[in-house]
């Protein structure tokens, strides 16, 4: 399958949803799977540097767990998990190369939400393809697989859908996981992840010194069911690569450390964000800004009660 522009080919086309087993929203994109001969969802999660699956679906795949060692959540706690390997998967309702090999996939126990929800696991979309970029398109709610380079593919973007602008983000090069310079005004830029898998965008308390915020309350659950808690500081404005985020609530969250801020989907939903699997390249941001005219506006929040991953 290729695209419009002859720069661009597409390896892969596929709905996503914000919906769980029976209708409940989620928070997070996801997208229908077949696993062995099981089928289920898998959120796409910009935010994890590995593909997990739960050792639920796991064991009813057939797949081996072997190798156990423990891993760190969203919350800071440490949960047991399990190394898999080289899983293979296909991808409902898509078009293009609906099969793949998901590599290093890692099965840990499935958390309340995702039992209740029919989520089998999180995907990395960045370690779909060798090459591409994952578009996660949170507008028109589709996943691309998009061969090419960075600057062609944000053309190719304009020319789907010509506003907003496609923002061009360097990247962290040292990380596997999208980390980009962000700021809360007027305060200094620091390196945040942008997490399609985090409902709130949260920064350490130490990066904006001075501002006020509530009580902390419960603001997410990690995947090993530990509370993760914030405090809410209102409505503020997100700066980077010399563009304004209108921002309807940002979280303070103590103990964050690497990185010690995340653009979560209160901001994300309602964009598209595009990352290759080579730390080098940048990430593109099709998104509304301050800068952009009269008409910007915030994007929407995300709803779902599904706790933080």
Request: charged share 15%; hydrophobic share 45%; aromatic share 4%.
């Amino acid at each position: 399958m290729t695209s419009e522009l002859a720069t661009i080919r597409i390896a892969l086309r596929a709905p996503i949803h914000f919906d769980g087993q029976g209708g409940e929203p989620v928070h997070a994109p996801v997208v229908l799977a077949t696993i062995g001969a099981i089928r289920t969802r898998l959120i796409l999660d910009t935010g994890s540097d590995v593909h997990l699956l739960t050792t639920e679906l796991a064991d009813a795949a057939g797949l081996a767990l072997a190798a156990i060692d423990a891993g760190t959540d969203h919350s800071g706690s440490s949960m047991d998990s399990w190394v898999v390997g080289d899983v293979p998967v296909t991808f409902a309702e898509a078009s293009g190369e609906a099969s793949f090999v998901l590599h290093d996939v890692v099965a840990i126990p499935a958390p309340a939400a995702f039992i209740r929800q029919g989520i089998g696991g999180i995907l990395s979309p960045q370690r779909l393809h060798a090459s591409a970029f994952a578009v996660i398109d949170q507008v028109g709610e589709e996943l691309f697989l998009a061969d090419g380079e960075a600057l062609a593919l944000r053309d190719w973007l304009l020319a789907r859908r010509p506003t907003p602008d496609a923002l061009v983000l360097p990247r962290d090069a040292g990380s596997d996981v999208p980390l980009v310079d962000a700021a809360i005004e007027p305060h200094p830029a620091v390196p945040a992840l942008m997490n399609t898998g985090g409902r709130h965008t949260e920064f350490e308390p130490r990066t904006v010194p001075g501002l006020v915020a509530a009580d902390a309350e419960r603001i997410g659950t990690g995947v090993s069911g530990a509370a993760v808690m914030g405090a809410r500081a209102g409505a503020q404005v997100l700066a980077l690569a010399g563009h304004r985020i209108a921002m309807a609530s940002l979280m303070l969250r103590d103990g964050m450390a690497d990185p010690a801020a995340m653009i979560g989907q209160d901001v994300l939903r309602g964009t598209v964000v595009a990352v290759g699997p080579d730390p080098s390249t940048p990430v593109l941001w099709q998104v509304g800004t301050l800068d952009s005219g009269p008409d910007a506006t915030a994007p929407p929040s995300s709803p779902g009660p599904l706790g933080g991953v």
